[in-house]
């Protein structure tokens, strides 16, 4: 399995459920993203810009559980209450699936 591509459905698939399937497709052009997703950090700083620190968290949770389901993860990855990093998650997320 390619973490990219897993990762790419899951953001679309976080960010539908959030945003709605149009609100992904506008957020995701307006980032110029459409096609290549670029890693985690990267994602990160661009939606920071977008949607500030609350609204990037509720994204970034729901793109986590998107892909933590998609791999049959357990969602405990989510119980990070305080200190929850999405480029960290990301990191050891793609980790296990090279595993």
Do not use: C, Y
């Not at 990762?7 to 976080?14: D, K, M």
């Amino acid at each position: 399995m390619d973490f990219a591509d897993t990762f790419r459905t899951s953001v679309h698939g976080g960010l539908d459920k959030v945003l709605g399937q149009s609100g992904a497709e506008a957020v995701l052009m307006h980032m110029k993203m459409t096609d290549n997703l670029p890693d985690p950090a990267e994602f990160h700083k661009k939606l920071l810009a977008l949607f500030g620190v609350q609204g990037t968290l509720s994204l970034e949770r729901a793109i986590v559980k998107d892909l933590a389901v998609r791999l049959r993860w357990s969602l405990t990855v989510l119980k990070m209450e305080e200190s929850f990093d999405f480029s960290a998650t990301m990191r050891a997320i793609e980790k296990g699936v090279k595993a």
